[in-house]
């Protein structure tokens, strides 16, 4: 069952067009990620599914059911920076924060424990650095234990060793059985976490589904030869690549991500009376498939 099926969403502020008719859906158990540069629609998007913000035209539904409060409730959200008494401790901020959800109380020392804060939990919320805050952010999304959460920019300002810190947390949590949204510009930080992604730009769904079938990859091999027309005309009978590129001196294949065979291309090329002068693997960054799509 899909935890969150959005269809034709939009969003309108004035002649400005936040989101364009966007549909997806989120399967139960993953970590869906949304993924797009700023301004794209991400925050807007998440905005409307928790009901603080109302969509110009179509609809969504959570859990396959019309949006209720008692199923939003359901739902643990971080969707801003972390909105804490910096002269209280972790405690006492989760059971004021607890009080508010009137749920919850009951779980934070073990929510202390999964976040990796049990050591500090009487220190006070200033003497955290960035990612020890995140964490206690995310802990109290985790109050009364629901099965869905999500996080708008989790990594957002953080340092390397915080954006670690959150990614472990959020796989860990995932491990647990929970379904974790979360919007992100970082491709990396999605590539790492998330099982399923929905890519944004400018209001638009550019694609949607699991993270291997999208963000792959591919291996760029460079091939040369005295005569490149022949060696061009050679490479169309070579079966296993999705596409050829012919530059000045060389030419690219296109393979799927993985371990290619250059022995068995060279091999190839001898048999058609082609003497390779140059054969070289590159590996296509995920940076540029990204931007490929973006584009």
């Known amino acids: 069952m899909a935890v969150l099926e959005v269809q034709n969403l939009t969003k309108d502020y004035g002649p400005v067009k936040a989101l364009k008719g966007v549909s997806f859906s989120v399967p139960a158990g993953t970590v869906f990620g949304i993924l797009g540069p700023n301004g794209s629609g991400k925050t807007t998007l998440l905005g409307i599914v928790m009901d603080i913000l109302k969509a110009t035209s179509g609809e969504y539904t959570l859990f396959g059911q019309v949006p209720t409060e008692r199923q939003r409730k359901q739902i643990g959200t ?109 491709l990396d930080e999605v590539e790492k976490v998330c099982t399923h992604v929905a890519i944004l730009k400018q209001g638009n769904l550019i694609t949607s589904g699991h993270v291997n079938d999208i963000l792959v990859a591919e291996n760029v091999v460079e091939v040369a030869s005295d005569d490149l027309d022949a060696l061009a005309a050679a490479l169309q009978g070579y079966d296993g690549f999705s596409r050829m590129e012919r530059e000045q001196h060389s030419i690219k294949i296109f393979l799927p991500s993985g371990v290619p065979d250059l022995g068995r291309l060279n091999a190839y090329c001898f048999q058609k009376g082609i003497t390779l002068s140059h054969l070289q693997l590159r590996k296509k960054s995920l940076e540029s498939k990204f931007f490929e799509l973006t584009s």
Do not use: C, W
């Open 78 to 186: 971080l969707l801003e920076t972390p909105n804490f008494y910096h002269y209280l401790s972790a405690v006492e901020n989760l059971r004021i924060a607890a009080a508010i959800k009137e749920r919850g109380v009951e779980d934070i020392d073990q929510i202390l424990e999964v976040v990796g804060l049990s050591h500090r939990k009487n220190s006070n919320f200033s003497t955290y650095s960035l990612g020890m805050k995140q964490r206690l952010a995310i802990g109290s999304a985790l109050l009364g234990n629901p099965d869905v959460l999500v996080f708008d920019e989790p990594t957002n300002g953080l340092d390397p060793v915080g954006i670690a810190e959150i990614r472990e947390l959020i796989k860990r949590l995932s491990q647990e059985g929970k379904t974790i949204i979360m919007a992100s510009h970082l």
